[in-house]
């Protein structure tokens, strides 16, 4: 076990850098987690952290301790707490990170499989709700635009809750390419002139288009799904938060379903 308290040790500047920087990520092929339930999600993926960095304050907590052990091939690094609390992703740290390979499916996206896509979602809290919502609904394939928050940032996954190691994400998709191949409906939420979510029959493959937190899904694209739908909102609001849409259109998929 390695002890660290010094913030110009060149380990630390590295983690810096991936907390920091989606370009040191991609250059990498590594990424930072943060936290235990992350930790745990990445295990039971198959996942094995290359780098387990402690807090020394997490030193004798039971959790950490048992997370740690089912990782033995991990390096792992005890940083004091100052240091750590200083390169953490997060304003009340956890006393655990993680660096990992960053994970790429083997295969292209499928088309013919339901699929969450995403254009120009810029909230890395937003990207990773929205991922975490389509999986819990049993939609494995995320496909992200060029101008959307990076999927595996540590806020994003602290919002996915770890959601990315149990699906498929593509990041920087042409989504206009992937409509052109896709074999099942593709649904466009608007907020008014579509079809009631409530009206239509889900039970194909679907692909779901949700859009930028502030213009929504680009016209072009709108014109070009097969299901353009809106929400039905009796409470007068003239909008819903995407990821609230997202879930309202997903589980009314997994209801339908059922």
């Keep these: 076990m390695e002890v660290i308290s010094s913030r110009q040790n060149t380990l630390v500047k590295q983690l810096k850098k991936l907390v920091d920087s989606k370009r040191a990520r991609v250059e990498s092929g590594q990424l930072v987690a943060e936290g235990a339930h992350l930790l745990e999600i990445q295990l039971s993926a198959g996942i094995v952290p290359e780098l387990i960095v402690i807090a020394e304050r997490c030193l004798h907590n039971p959790e950490v301790i048992s997370l740690s052990q089912r990782s033995p091939s ?8 100052t240091v750590f609390d200083q390169i953490a992703p997060t304003d009340a740290p956890s006393g655990l990170l993680t660096v990992s390979e960053m994970v790429h499916p083997e295969k292209g996206p499928s088309i013919s499989v339901d699929t969450l ?5 810029q ?8 991922i975490r919502t389509a999986v819990a609904a049993g939609v494995r394939q995320i496909l992200l635009s060029a101008g959307c928050a990076d999927p595996w940032s540590p806020r994003c996954l602290r919002a996915g809750q770890g959601a ?13 390419d992937f409509i052109d191949t896709y074999s099942g409906a593709i649904a466009a939420t608007v907020l008014e002139g579509g079809a009631s979510l409530y009206d239509q029959k889900l039970s194909q493959a679907t692909a779901w288009l949700f859009g930028n937190e502030g213009q929504g899904v680009e016209a072009k694209l709108v014109e070009r799904a097969t299901h353009r739908i809106t929400i039905p909102m009796p409470g007068g609001m003239e909008s819903l938060n995407v990821n609230a849409a997202a879930a309202v259109c997903l589980f009314e998929q997994v209801r339908q379903r059922a």
Excluded: K, T
């Excluded at 991990?74 to 707490?81: D, E, H, I, K």
């Excluded at 909230?123 to 929205?130: A, T």
């Design 117 to 121: 896509v995403l254009d120009r979602v």
């Design 164 to 176: 990315q190691w149990l699906g498929r994400i593509y990041a920087e998709v042409a989504i206009d």
């Design 123 to 130: 909230d890395p809290g937003n990207v990773g709700s929205l």
């Design 74 to 81: 991990s390096r792992l690094v005890v940083l004091c707490n």
